[in-house]
């Protein structure tokens, strides 16, 4: 079993910068690939980035390209969601998720975070 628990979001105004991280425990954090997920309200569950376990590869939605950059820190078990340049339609709820040896995709995660919500007003 694996726990996660996102904190960092908030309310930005358009064109500022927020950076969301996400904790972990239980199992080993390094063997997990990683992920960012989106909700704007009526809409569903949207993938924004992944991180390989390592930290050598990642993967963005094409919209937050140039804007957004994932990290982890595995000697600390968190993950990180560095997003600048916010624009009113990054609101959403940011959920962490996690899988375990393969790359995170709708659908197949192992893990999700509760979730925090991001507001950029315009």
């Known amino acids: 079993q694996v726990q996660l628990v996102e904190s960092g979001g908030g309310l930005v105004q358009a064109g500022g910068s927020l950076r969301l991280s996400c904790a972990a425990s239980g199992r080993t954090f390094s063997n997990y690939y990683m992920g960012w997920f989106r909700q704007a309200p009526g809409k569903g569950r949207e993938f924004v980035a992944t991180i390989r376990w390592d930290g050598a590869g990642t993967s963005y939605q094409d919209s937050v390209k140039g804007r957004f950059t994932i990290s982890r820190d595995n000697a600390k078990n968190t993950v990180y969601l560095q997003m600048n340049s916010l624009k009113p339609e990054d609101t959403a709820v940011y959920y962490c998720?996690?899988?375990?040896?393969?790359?995170?995709?709708?659908?197949?995660?192992?893990?999700w975070g509760q979730g925090t919500q991001v507001t950029v007003s315009s």
């Open positions: 998720a996690a899988r375990l040896g393969l790359t995170v995709v709708a659908g197949l995660v192992d893990y």
